[in-house]
């Protein structure tokens, strides 16, 4: 199981990598999914938790800005390096078999790597599709990929947390029979298939 989630990880970033890759320079000031943030928000916002991601994988995740408010000079340039540095850093030996420190997510304690990257499977695909659709495509997912995205959707905590300040995702949408399991997921992780004729999410 642990050979193939590191798989469908690698897979789900470098989905990511290759939408931001299409991104052109006058697309950045697009709106996104994600409430109140253009797409050069969207893709400072994945750079800086990519980077966290990977100091967490190696062991400094508790010596990390993840509150990075600057933009680099070339946002899509910078996106992409982010997600091939935290491809290599899941991938590295015994990435997923020490504890860490993602103060982004807890500061009360850490969190075992092979849960870890889990989270960030499905913030990858999560994202990956907000990109594609605030520039105007739409992605498809290997079915594999797309049944462990929801599987992992199914287990994030709904309720009263979801309307906190700072939750990662907005309250889930109602799913239909007609939902294949991406548009499942995204309903699941407050994102409506529709956007852009629908109220926008969280990041």
């Not at 994988?57 to 540095?85: H, I, L, Q, T």
């Not at 990435?95 to 103060?103: E, F």
């Not at 850490?110 to 520039?135: E, K, Q, Y």
Request: net charge negative.
């Amino acid at each position: 199981m642990l050979t193939e989630i590191r798989e469908r990880h690698r897979e789900s970033v470098l989905l990511c990598r290759d939408v931001v890759a299409r991104v052109s320079p006058h697309q950045l000031a697009v709106p996104t999914p994600c409430a109140e943030w253009d797409l050069r928000d969207l893709l400072n916002h994945m750079a800086v938790q990519n980077r966290g991601f990977t100091a967490a994988a190696y062991g400094r995740g508790n010596e990390y800005d993840w509150w990075r408010k600057g933009f680099a000079d070339d946002p899509v340039a910078d996106c992409v390096a982010s997600c091939e540095e935290v491809a290599a850093a899941f991938a590295a030996d015994g990435a997923l078999d020490r504890p860490w420190s993602l103060p982004d997510i807890t500061t009360d304690t850490t969190i075992p790597g092979a849960t870890a990257i889990n989270f960030h499977l499905v913030d990858s695909v999560i994202h990956a599709w907000d990109v594609a659709r605030a520039i105007g495509e739409h992605i498809d997912l290997d079915p594999g990929l797309a049944a462990i995205s929801l599987h992992i959707a199914e287990q994030v905590p709904t309720g009263s947390i979801r309307v906190e300040p700072g939750a990662a995702f907005g309250p889930d949408l109602p799913t239909t029979a007609e939902d294949s399991s991406l548009n499942r997921t995204l309903r699941l992780l407050g994102r409506s298939p529709s956007w852009p004729d629908a109220t926008p999410g969280r990041a």
